[in-house]
């Protein structure tokens, strides 16, 4: 059987790590939109905001989302679709009305299988101001749990193909 693997870093708070990783489980078994066939926290790669290693891979999972999100950005772009926001109204639905939508997605906080980071204490993606003034005065609360997450069934990412890619095959 073959799978699709995804790997995800949540930001989440607790008590300790155990309070910390049920949150994240709770999240993944009651998320209606993703519903993974198995996942697994990593605890080697999961760390308390105390260590220092906590601020290297939270940094590196932000930079991770700017980039996806760069990225869409980009693809939306190079198809022409939009020059100025007031272009959305135009975009056709097929390929390019997917990509804005998963480019929404990031904007909006939904998670999804293209969520790097994920923030669940503020459904975000990214990290407000105040938050991470909250994580520097009092790391003790905040947890980055990693999660490897599969699909045993091949997910399409047709939104992702462009039209000239979907024709190659």
Avoid: C, R
């Amino acid at each position: 059987m073959t799978s699709q693997a995804f790997i995800h870093f949540f930001l989440t708070d607790g008590i300790n790590f155990t309070e910390a990783k049920e949150k994240v489980t709770n999240f993944l078994d009651k998320y209606q939109l993703v519903n993974y066939d198995k996942y697994h926290i990593d605890t080697k790669e999961s760390f308390i905001a105390t260590d220092k290693i906590f601020w290297t891979y939270l940094e590196n999972a932000l930079a991770k989302n700017k980039s996806i999100l760069k990225d869409y950005l980009n693809q939306l772009s190079l198809e022409g679709a939009i020059s100025s926001i007031f272009d959305v109204e135009n975009i056709p639905q097929g390929y390019l009305s997917k990509l804005f939508h998963l480019i929404a997605h990031l904007v909006d906080g939904f998670f999804g299988i293209d969520s790097y980071f994920y923030n669940l204490i503020e459904d975000s993606h990214f990290i407000s101001p105040v938050l991470m003034k909250k994580l520097k005065e009092d790391p003790s609360k905040y947890f980055l749990i990693k999660v490897l997450a599969e699909f045993y069934e091949p997910t399409y990412y047709f939104e992702l193909l462009s039209p000239k890619k979907f024709f190659k095959k």
